[in-house]
Each structure stands twice: as structure tokens, then as C-alpha cells.
């Protein structure tokens, strides 16, 4: 139905670490499709002078830029400039070839305003997918903070969506987190490294707001078509509504907010006897969409000291049928506590691991540009390495 398999992460970086630094920048290069890129760009204009420079090298150019850790467009520049070796494997023969950085601006620009690096994306979702390379099942969501290089503001207009706001995040330990700027929303094929769809907003706007949208990407992109991993900030009973409706199985812990379970329920959203033990699981009826509960004392999980004939006169013993569609969020198609929820939901350090590699690998963090928009292409170009990297690395 779906794999539940941790594909490993140091595999990555033992191909970084074994591999020729002109080779493995070359490799990935040459991973990036750019000519359905070339098809979302405005043509060069027809008044003025004319464009002299390759916009798909300057793309390349870009794409090293996140991979080698470089800062700035001057930084690349000059590094263009200076490195010949660089220089030839982004695709430029002389020092003269470089761009002016107004040259690099206006082309990111133009990428900002326009679809291209979202084609180049999906384009790499399709290869890793007909290359079985990932697993295209099971996909894990999550979203984090990039800070904005702009002056920060006491305020931010709430209906202004392209400009940098305050953001709020309780960590682990419930330690409250702030920051000024936005949000990067990621899905990644879980057991991987690799993205399957990304998403900026300003801080302000809520994680879940933007799972819907995410997870439409994924799925259209034929990608996460089963299982769907969140962590416990995600856990709102219309998104389960929403996913279920999607043929989609959430997994995501339930958040009580420090609030008591509900009568006959249990912290894991289990219903309990009357006893307060926990029903065993008995069985799904596909049909009806229908999660079977049995009393733990017939199964032989407890011995309650009331025995069978307290809740039900049945040899069977006490059984409850609970339907997935009268209350997603507290009962699932797999449900909490059992090995194969555990299972699914420990593959969510995919998308943490993501993150950490694009912030620490590949300059997400790295922002110098303003605007919810340029901001999203920076993002984009992180998100292209990693993608291009991982293709790279599984390529013989």
C-alpha cells in the first residue's frame, strides 16, 4: 500500500564527501532541465538594446550560486571572475562572458515575476519519480522560518502579503520563538532528502493555512498520492476533513493543547472501556470506512477485574465501530499507537533534515533580496540544488 522505509541521509554525504568537487558541481548542473524553464520567460524585449547573454547559463550560474555557499550576486561575480575552473563548468569561457550584476538583477527579477524555476522544479519531482529514486506515496510537510533582510517593523499590515512580518513558533521544549520575515512550507518524499513542492509566505500567515495548498502541489504532482506526515501544529479537525476527503491518510498527533482527553477517548484519540483501558484494534472494514474496537480483556491485553460480562453479555465481549468520516481527527485509516503510525510518523525527520541541509548547504538563510516574491525565487533556487543534488548522487 504504501513504504515505510528510511532511506539514508549520510548516503548523501558520503557522495559529497568521495566525490571531485568539479564533478560533483557538474553533475548536479547537469541535472537542471532548463529549457522548459526558457518557455515560462518573457521573451527579450524587442525595443532597446539588445540581450546578449545566455539566460539559461545565468540560471546554472544561480543554482552553483546556492550550491557553492555564495552570498551575493557581486560574491558570484567574482568568483565567476576568478576561478576558471568555476567559471567553465557554469558555462562561461572568458571573464569577459561574465554579466554586470544589473544583467543578474533583471534576469532575477523576470524569474520572480514569472513560472520558470516552479517548471524546472516539477520537472525534477518527474525524473526522481520515473527513476523510482524516491518513494511517491508517503510525503512529510513542515514549514520554517527564513529572516527577512529588511528593517523590521513594530507592525505588519495583516492584508499585506508580500511584505516581511513577525512570525511566532513554540519549539520542543514549549519555548516561545520570534522573528521577523517568512516562512518557507515544504513537502519532501518522506525517507528522503528530496522536495516535492515549496511555498513562501510572510511569517504571520498559519502553518495549516498553507497545507491545503501544499499538498495539492504534491498530489498533482503525482507525488505523497497516499500518506500525508505533519507534525502536531497541523493538528486541526478541518485539515483531516480535507485530507480524508482527498483519499489522503493524515498523520499527524493530536494536540490537546493541555486539555483533558474527551470522555471515552484516550490522549492517543482511542476510545476506552469503562473501565478507562484502551479497546483493542480489531480490524478496518474498506467498505464502510469503519475502525473495529474490541474489549481489551477478551483480547487478552488486560485483566480487568470486572471481566467481560460488565460491558457487553457477548462471549466476544465489548466492541465499538467507530467511522473514519464522523470524526477524522480522533480515529484514521491507521491509527495512533500502533507500530505502523509510529513507523510512518518517525519518516517526518525528512522534511527537518531537508530544511537543515538548505539552511546549512545551501544558502536559504542567505537572503538579500525584498518581497515575498524575490524571496520565494531565492528559495527556489535552494530548493533546485537540493533536488539536483540528490539526482546527482544516485547517478552511477
Known sequence: MYSIRQASFFSLQDWIKDTEWDDQLQRILDQVPLSPALAALPPPARTGRPEQHDRPTMIRAYIAKAVEQIPTTEALRARLRRDPVFRWIVGYRGKSDVPSAATFSRLFNQLSRCTSLQVIHAQLVETARERHLVPDDVAAYDASDIP?????????????????????????KGQKYRWFGYKLHLSVAAGSLFPLAALTTTAMVHDVNMARPLVQITTDRNMGQQVAIFDAGYDQATLYQDLHAQGLIPIIPLNRH????????????????????PLTLAGYDATTETQKFRC??????????????????????????????????????????T????????????????????????????????????????????????????LASTVS
Request: aromatic residues 8%; positive net charge; hydrophobic residues 35%.
Open 296 to 337: 481489551p480483556h477478551a483480547t487478552g491485553h488486560v485483566e480487568c477485574p470486572m471481566g467481560m460480562a460488565w460491558c457487553s453479555p457477548s462471549n466476544y465481549g465489548y466492541v465499538q465501530k467507530m467511522a473514519i468520516a464522523d470524526n477524522p481527527r480522533e480515529v484514521g485509516r491507521i491509527v495512533r499507537g
Open 148 to 172: 527577512a533582510y529588511e528593517k523590521t517593523r513594530r507592525h505588519a499590515d495583516a492584508q499585506d502579503l508580500e511584505r516581511a512580518s513577525w512570525g511566532m513558533k513554540t519549539g520542543p
Open 258 to 277: 493541555g486539555g483533558e482527553a474527551p470522555e471515552g477517548r484516550n490522549t492517543l484519540g482511542r476510545p476506552t472501556c469503562s473501565m478507562g483501558y
Open 339 to 390: 507500530a505502523t503510525w509510529d513507523a510512518l510518523y518517525n519518516l517526518r525527520t525528512s522534511v527537518e533534515r531537508a530544511f537543515s541541509y538548505l539552511k546549512e548547504q545551501l544558502n536559504l538563510r542567505t537572503v538579500r533580496v525584498r518581497g515575498r516574491r524575490k524571496v520565494h525565487t531565492h528559495h527556489l533556487f535552494a530548493v533546485i540544488a537540493l533536488a539536483a543534488t540528490v
